[in-house]
């Protein structure tokens, strides 16, 4: 089964960047395609960035549209997120998440639901 862990989280400030990443103990990570959610505490999973395993096309919430990057280097089994000017409500656990099949980047969102595959979480706290 898929292996997921994330890493690259902690505490900054407003206004500050972090960049989180998730290896995957995959044999062929260029066949999965990759999503970042995030939780708070007694909140949904909320979908923040994909990006599809054939084209490499990203999508993005539109609360971190020009913020956030994903991006992945398939020869090291990793998918990033760079988060730039972050905001106290961006203070959350972040999931790295994996599809063995495509997921549809829009119209609307993707759902946890559409993922076979979580990382245990890395915890971003954003101060301001």
């Known amino acids: 089964q898929v292996q997921l862990i994330e890493s690259g989280g902690g505490l900054v400030q407003a206004g500050g960047s972090l960049r989180l990443s998730c290896a995957a103990s995959?044999?062929?990570?260029?066949?999965?395609?990759m999503g970042w959610f995030r939780q708070a505490p007694g909140k949904e999973r909320e979908f923040q960035a994909a990006i599809g395993w054939s084209d490499g096309t990203t999508y993005y919430a539109d609360s971190v549209k020009g913020r956030f990057t994903i991006s992945r280097d398939n020869a090291k089994n990793t998918v990033y997120l760079q988060m730039n000017s972050l905001k106290p409500e961006d203070t959350a656990v972040y999931y790295c998440a994996a599809a063995n099949h495509p997921v549809d980047l829009g119209p609307d969102d993707p759902t946890a639901g559409e993922y076979d595959y979580w990382g245990q979480g890395t915890q971003v706290t954003v101060s301001s």
């Open positions: 995959v044999r062929t990570f260029s066949s999965y395609h």
